[in-house]
């Protein structure tokens, strides 16, 4: 959610620049394209729901993650309300999308997310640290469990409580069954170490057909370097972890710089980060990465990359990435939402595979997050992809 409560201000399509913080040296032309990574997608079409739609007792919006369900065929979306309007929960759908784009989305049911003991989780506002932020859900592809990964919550005050990140699964009532234990990095605390407020684990997804679970941290954390700026980007850690939670590797993504400068009379500073992440079935490596970024007076980006951990640096036991001499991952472009046609580019956070395409394609589902904000909207936009050797994602 992070481009939330922050009024929508027009697009502007300004030019690609992608850095790394000015302390960090990698490999010259680290960024360039390489015969290994480089899918290219098309715009296929879009859907848009009604706004706060009234579901089953239930408010739609806030949809921050969705996956595609292979033992219903249908979809489940996260909302991202930390149970101010109802208890925080996820819905399913049935869509229909094709190459022709989204057709229809009916949703079809909705659970509340629940505590080990059966409750439902509180809103922040109740004070007893329990409170969560839901922000990403996948299918578990043996199980078709639910697993979904939480903010938690670094307090603005000492005297409120410091709630960890956390990924969690859940069966398909939304009943606990447990959860995934995070590297020790990815702690939220009260100093100055850790994972920022609202830029934390907020992407996960499952590789290597379900034996790894990758994780990435929305923005750098603390004692990795400062947020991007218009000069520079940042370095954010993404995470490979076995289903026990054993960290099999931990490596450096290269978030964009900020793309525009900020509208000077604005109270809310610009927001950037990766909301979601997607691995490549048939390449255990390779991910497509989301970054979302908003800027008072220009709105928002949405950009897609193709990235991978071949060749990166582990990162895993380095305390600090600022001044660290390391080689981060390698990322191209796969799509700037300015650039496809689409009337208007929304806070876009979750994305997931869809149905393959004649021709070699694959469908790739994304959602917006409306933030329950009357000028912003739960839309669905639909891709087709195809990786560069010619072979579609599976």
């Given at each position: 959610m992070k481009a939330s409560l922050?009024?929508?201000?027009?697009a502007a399509a300004l030019a690609l620049a992608t850095t790394m913080a000015p302390a960090v040296a990698a490999r010259s032309d680290d960024a360039a394209v390489r015969s290994d990574i480089g899918a290219q997608a098309r715009l296929l079409g879009d859907k848009t729901v009604p706004h706060?739609?009234?579901?089953?007792?239930?408010?739609?919006?806030?949809?921050?993650?969705?996956?595609?369900?292979?033992?219903?065929?249908?979809?489940?979306?996260?909302?991202?309300?930390?149970?101010?309007?109802?208890?925080?929960r996820f819905y399913t759908a049935r869509i229909d999308v094709d190459g022709a784009g989204v057709h229809?989305?009916?949703?079809?049911?909705?659970?509340p997310l629940l505590q080990p003991d059966g409750s439902v989780h509180p809103p922040a506002s109740a004070g007893d640290g329990k409170a969560v932020d839901p922000e990403e859900v996948r299918v578990d592809p043996l199980t078709c469990r639910y697993w979904w990964a939480q903010e938690g919550d670094r307090p603005r005050s000492s005297s409120d409580p410091v709630i960890q990140a956390s990924i969690r699964f859940a069966d398909r009532t939304g009943a606990y069954r447990g959860r995934l234990p995070?590297?020790?990095?990815?702690?939220?605390?009260t100093g100055d170490r850790g994972m920022r407020r609202n830029k934390a684990v907020e992407a996960i997804t499952f590789g290597a057909g379900s034996s790894v679970l990758t994780s990435a941290v929305e923005g750098p954390l603390l004692q990795d370097g400062p947020e991007p700026t218009t000069e520079n980007g940042a370095l954010v850690r993404v995470t490979r972890q076995n289903r026990e939670g054993g960290v099999l590797g931990q490596f450096a993504y290269p978030l964009d710089k900020i793309f525009a400068e900020s509208d000077p009379s604005s109270p809310w500073p610009p927001d950037t980060g990766v909301p979601s992440i997607l691995a490549f079935p048939e390449d255990p490596h390779r991910y497509l990465v989301l970054e979302r970024s908003w800027v008072a007076g220009s709105g928002y980006k949405i950009r897609i990359y193709d990235a991978t951990t071949r060749g990166a640096t582990a990162v895993q036991n380095m305390d600090s990435l600022a001044g660290s001499r390391i080689v981060p991952m390698r990322k191209t472009l796969v799509a700037d939402f300015d650039d496809l046609g689409l009337s208007m580019v929304d806070n876009t956070e979750g994305m997931t595979w869809g149905p393959p395409l004649p021709g070699g394609e694959r469908t790739l589902l994304l959602v917006s997050d409306d933030n329950f904000a009357e000028d912003e909207v739960t839309r669905f936009v639909a891709l087709g992809i195809r990786t560069d050797n010619g072979k579609p994602a599976r």
């Open positions: 922050i009024p929508r201000a027009c706060k739609l009234p579901f089953a007792g239930t408010t739609v919006g806030g949809l921050s993650g969705i996956d595609r369900d292979p033992c219903t065929g249908e979809y489940v979306m996260i909302s991202d309300d930390r149970s101010v309007l109802q208890p925080a229809s989305v009916d949703f079809t049911g909705t659970h995070l590297p020790p990095n990815y702690e939220v605390g």
